[in-house]
T-cell receptor, first 109, second 114 residues
Framework: RKEVEQDPGPFNVPEGATVAFNCTYS??????FFWYRQDCRKEPKLLMS???SGNEDGRFTAQLNRASQYISLLIRDSKLSDSATYLC??????????FGTGTSLTVIP | GAVVSQHPSWVICKSGTSVKIECRSL??????MFWYRQFPKQSLMLMAT?????????EQGVEKDKFLINHASLTLSTLTVTSAHPEDSSFYIC??????????FGPGTRLTVL
């Protein structure tokens, strides 16, 4: 079983829609969780960190469910500029990180 | 967020030459930096963990004699691809560890070996 699993998509949604991605992790000792977005041929950029139950930043909401071992990312009112690959990253112990394979999102006009 | 730079942003070289890539944390000190490689339409692959003042830790299957890592200061790690071959052509990305658990990534270096 992979340490971190994500639905690769692709997700194709119309502008203005709400879309949610899930990411499951296998190690119950995981300590912190991150969502990054990566545009084509660019580096990953930190979108949100999640340490407790969740975090919200504008149209983006991340939620953590430790009992079920998953984190989710909700994007409201999708914009064309939200089109990217969204990476789920889990920190288990200091320097130990596990990456999901990424979920591809395309927002359609 | 924290800023990490990489240089060069792209490089084209002949087969057999060595290429050095620099990764700098510009506004914080990073005891730990990571080096990744990413092929088109694939996930990031961790190559090695670079620790300031000590030897890097390489992932299984990554040749330490081919990918030399030096982390001589708290703001600079370098990756040298020695005797590069066309199969080494890839997107190399570094990250610096901030606040013990958050990675900030450099903009990447696109290497093409002819």
């Amino acid at each position: 079983r992979k340490e971190v699993e994500q639905d690769p998509g692709p997700f194709n949604v119309p502008e203005g829609a709400t879309v949610a991605f899930n990411c499951t992790y296998s190690n119950s000792a995981s300590q912190s969780f991150f969502w990054y977005r990566q545009d084509c041929r660019k580096e990953p950029k930190l979108l949100m960190s999640v340490y407790s139950s969740g975090n919200e930043d504008g149209r983006f909401t991340a939620q953590l469910n430790r009992a079920s071992q998953y984190i989710s990312l909700l994007i409201r009112d999708s914009k064309l500029s939200d089109s990217a690959t969204y990476l789920c990253v889990v920190n288990v112990n200091g320097n130990q990180f596990y990456f999901g394979t990424g979920t591809s999102l395309t927002v359609i006009p | 967020g924290a800023v990490v730079s990489q240089h060069p942003s792209w490089v084209i070289c002949k087969s057999g030459t060595s290429v050095k890539i620099e990764c700098r944390s510009l506004d914080f000190q990073a005891t730990t930096m990571f080096w990744y490689r990413q092929f088109p339409k694939q996930s990031l692959m961790l190559m090695a963990t670079s620790n300031e003042g000590s030897k890097a830790t390489y992932e299984q299957g990554v040749e330490k004699d081919k990918f030399l890592i030096n982390h001589a200061s708290l703001t600079l790690s370098t990756l040298t691809v020695t005797s590069a071959h066309p199969e080494d052509s890839s997107f190399y990305i570094c990250s610096a560890l901030w606040n013990t658990d958050t990675q900030y990534f450099g903009p990447g270096t696109r290497l093409t070996v002819l």
